[in-house]
């Protein structure tokens, strides 16, 4: 295990699901073959779960509203993975927000939204509870007129997926970032995982922007959540991606920026999103977890929670 720990670290960026993905692996000699299984690892999860494709398994799951639909064994883990979200965040994070981001304009690749002339109005979600899941059977019924959207949970959920699918494969430590959100796996390289938290996902080569703070990760993952990235105006109202499922709206403006850490890159993404959305009363939120957390007002001004490093 030492001699894997002392090895030089070898990396690869790309771009997906219009995001930067970073993956990082101990073992230089294995990066080949685990690009191509993080690859793989992105196409399987984006054909049975985006909301962009007309062909992939959620698109039929929308189409069959009402009605029980068999879905493949990725579609039903990723789901599961979104309600029980939904149910350790009270309902701040959601599935069920599809609807809503659909009304933003939010309904394709955000370099080509629509941005509509009718200003978004008040409009809450039909609530995680109405989705009705059968793993073991394969199948699930969304009521009519629901549309789901795993964005809140899937990419980081397929980053902890990948990671863990690389150390196996490679039998070295792996990291895998996706937008921002960071699994890491195996045994992690001299002093852990470096990794920067910013308001905005950048290239890691670059100087940090100000603001921005660096830790050190050797498992789990670690997730940001933010208002400052996928912005778009709709009917003259600027609007980001964050939900609020009370309202069917854009969180309100309160953090700009939390970052958390937890045992996995799905629940860390789980707090970090519902922690925007949740605004102020995140922070007794967050205390009664115990997850160390970091949190940038509005304002730029930065708490921690948890035991986030200094």
């Not at 030089?8 to 101990?26: E, H, K, M, N, S």
């Not at 979200?85 to 009270?90: D, N, Q």
């Not at 009718?118 to 809450?124: D, E, I, Y």
């Not at 996706?178 to 001299?190: E, K, Q, S, W």
Request: glycine share 12%; hydrophobic share 50%.
């Amino acid at each position: 295990m030492t001699a894997v720990r002392e090895r030089a670290v070898a990396t690869a960026d790309w771009t997906a699901w219009t995001c930067r993905v970073r993956l990082a692996v101990t073992d230089p000699a294995a990066l080949a073959p685990a690009t191509a299984l993080v690859r793989a690892e992105l196409d399987a999860v984006d054909l049975a779960c985006s909301r962009f494709r007309p062909d992939s398994e959620l698109a039929a799951v929308d189409a069959a509203a009402g009605r029980w639909t068999t879905v493949g064994p990725l579609l039903a883990q990723a789901l599961a993975v979104a309600l029980r979200a939904a149910r350790l965040t009270g309902g701040a994070v959601d599935p069920t927000v599809g609807g809503a981001m659909v009304a933003l304009g939010y309904d394709r690749d955000l370099d080509a939204v629509d941005p509509g002339s009718v200003p978004p109005v008040l409009a809450p979600v039909a609530g995680w509870q109405t989705v009705e899941l059968d793993v073991d059977a394969g199948r699930v019924r969304v009521p009519y007129g629901v549309r789901l959207d795993l964005g809140a949970t899937a990419k980081a959920w397929t980053a902890d997926r990948a990671a863990a699918a690389v150390a196996r494969a490679a039998g070295a430590g792996a990291l895998v970032s996706i937008g921002g959100d960071v699994a890491v796996a195996g045994p992690a390289p001299v002093g852990g995982w470096r990794v920067r938290v910013e308001d905005v996902a950048g290239d890691p080569t670059d100087p940090g922007s100000p603001g921005s703070a660096v830790v050190s990760l050797t498992d789990g993952g670690l997730a940001t959540s933010g208002t400052r990235a996928r912005r778009w105006l709709h009917g003259g109202v600027e609007v980001h991606h964050l939900l609020d499922p009370r309202t069917g709206l854009p969180a309100a403006p309160f953090w700009r920026t939390v970052g958390v850490a937890a045992d996995s890159c799905a629940g860390a993404n789980a707090a970090s999103t519902a922690a925007v959305v949740l605004g102020q009363a995140a922070v007794p939120w967050l205390g009664r977890l115990g997850l160390p957390a970091r949190l940038v007002s509005e304002h730029g001004d930065v708490l921690t929670t948890g035991g986030w490093p200094a």
